[in-house]
């Protein structure tokens, strides 16, 4: 293992922000990992995966960890069902395209999400009606302060909406190193009423989708309406949607009986965060470098050159002006650094 001075993170961050670490390492394994966390026990860590839900705003004055742990293994397997355990540093989306091969079902709506597997708990990644709860077996992680290996299953996870245990009470006291998942081999539930799948599905006149239709349903989708980070920095929806109560909604709606909505339950409603931006104008904006996507407006993009400081500036601003015009509050799922 080898530490790196002022390494710079623009490769290691999607929205592509040109900032230094003032130190760096890159670890494979978990015993490298447990042996960096005592020997740098009395120090800020900062722990780097895939930089896919990540909004740098200045240089990070401490040891950046990047977590490059690989390994996919089935671990046990029914007639039914299969356990994977993915290591951390798994691309997710590459995840995705082995399970589709391997003709396992449950995250085909999940694919060309941005990120790495460790991080997937933390955000309780979801899309298409399909979240990662909803595979979840459970995912071991390794306790900052002490180094020892702690298992957290659905239960204490505590997964709700983009968020989790990782993000509230447990934030920055643990590193996951793997995570496991209960796939299908068999009878795939599969989910095609959200979104557009359903009508790119009938585009292509499948009336019997498989796994592998589905996931290249979401994949045209989403290709259609998000830029490529490797061509226009970005980090998927900067943006969570707002839920509403049923109080709350009413209000909205008597003001906005155009808006589209999701019902979350009985009492609590979505409303599409992309919408609200795109009513107050700001889609396809640019201010500088900083910009909001021509085809969607929950999507924040770097022209090139933007700062992360001008990037989050460009966030309040939209926030500011949604809180303004429809009296919601959108909270950022981009974590800000």
Known sequence: MQIEKNKSLRAYNTFGIDVNASAFISVDSVEDL???INQYDKEELFILGGGSNMLLTGPLEKLVIH????????ISETESDVLLKVMAGENWHELVMYSIENDFGGIENLSLIPG???TAPIQNIGAYG?????VFVQCTALELATGKEVIFDKKACKFGYRNSIFKNEAKDQYIITSVTLKL???DHKLNISYGAIGDVLAQRNITQPTIRDISEAVIAIRRSKLPDPNILGNSGSFFKNPVLSSEDFKRFRNNHPDAPFYEVSATEFKIP???LIDKAGFKGKRFGDAGI???????LVNHGNATGAEIWELALKIQKEIKELFGIYIEPEVNVF
Do not use: M, P, S
């Open 184 to 186: 299908t081999k068999k």
């Open 67 to 74: 977590i490059n742990l690989k390994g996919i293994d089935v």
């Open 273 to 275: 965060a992309g919408w």
């Open 34 to 36: 447990r042996t960096i």
């Open 130 to 134: 399909v979240e990662l709860e909803d």
């Open 116 to 118: 790495n597997t460790g």
């Open 293 to 299: 996507h021509e085809h969607q407006a929950l999507v």
